[in-house]
T-cell receptor
């Protein structure tokens, strides 16, 4: 089974600054999707950004961007101009395109604090 | 615009009791999932379903039962609740299409406390 590792249980950033959350994964597959989800105190899981493994270009969504290094199996999330509303738990997730389950594999999460 | 809903949102029960958590989605997605979220473990897959009447085990299925008689509903039953099943439970759905950008859509979660 695929594994997803988030080695930073907690991170903090000053408001308006930039922060990078790290994620590594282990797989033998060549094609897959990667995601970052945000979970605020409300507990709702919110999709932040997604990356298709076959695309070399890094995905970007407004202030959120990723650094996808396929050979290194690394998928970090960069948050620019951090805002107080960015404070949340962030989960990295891997989705296999093959098999019957359409399963997602999640990391253990990184808790982000934004300091005013 | 209901999307995916879970009920109840909060539940307190006692050890040994049977508990059913409900999940309903309005998109007619083929796939539905149940996860539990615990500190230090992130989200772990309990069961999933690829279509009505098709279910399969995930990473942590012991102590849980699921059914899917209708596409839109995917209830999760704890047959005899244990304290170790105290957790936050998330239901999710998705539609698998090759190379589609589809993702999983999560419900709001159910907080379960087993005393």
């Amino acid at each position: 089974a695929q594994t997803v590792t988030q080695s930073q249980p907690e991170m903090s950033v000053q408001e308006a600054e930039t922060v990078t959350l790290s994620c590594t994964y282990d797989t033998s597959e060549s094609d897959y999707y990667l995601f970052w989800y945000k979970q605020p105190p409300s507990r709702q899981m919110i999709l932040v950004i997604r990356q298709e493994a076959y695309k070399q270009q890094n995905a970007t969504e407004n202030r959120f961007s990723v650094n996808f290094q396929k050979a290194a199996k690394s998928f970090s999330l960069k948050i620019s101009d951090s805002q107080l509303g960015d404070a949340a738990m962030y989960f990295c997730a891997y989705r296999s395109l093959w098999g019957t389950g359409n399963q997602f594999y999640f990391g253990t999460g990184t808790s982000l604090t934004v300091i005013p | 615009d209901a999307g995916i809903t879970q009920s109840p949102r909060y539940k307190i029960t006692e050890t040994g009791r049977q508990v059913t958590l409900m999940c309903h989605q309005t998109w007619s997605h083929s796939y539905m999932f149940w996860y539990r979220q615990d500190l230090g473990h992130g989200l772990r897959l309990i069961y999933y379903s690829a279509a009505a009447d098709i279910t399969d085990k995930g990473e942590v299925p012991d102590g849980y039962v699921v059914s899917r008689s209708k596409t839109e509903n995917f209830p999760l039953t704890l047959e005899s609740a244990t304290r170790s099943q105290t957790s936050v439970y998330f239901c999710a759905s998705s539609e698998k299409k090759f190379r589609d950008r589809e993702t999983q859509y999560f419900g709001p979660g159910t907080r379960l406390l087993v005393l």
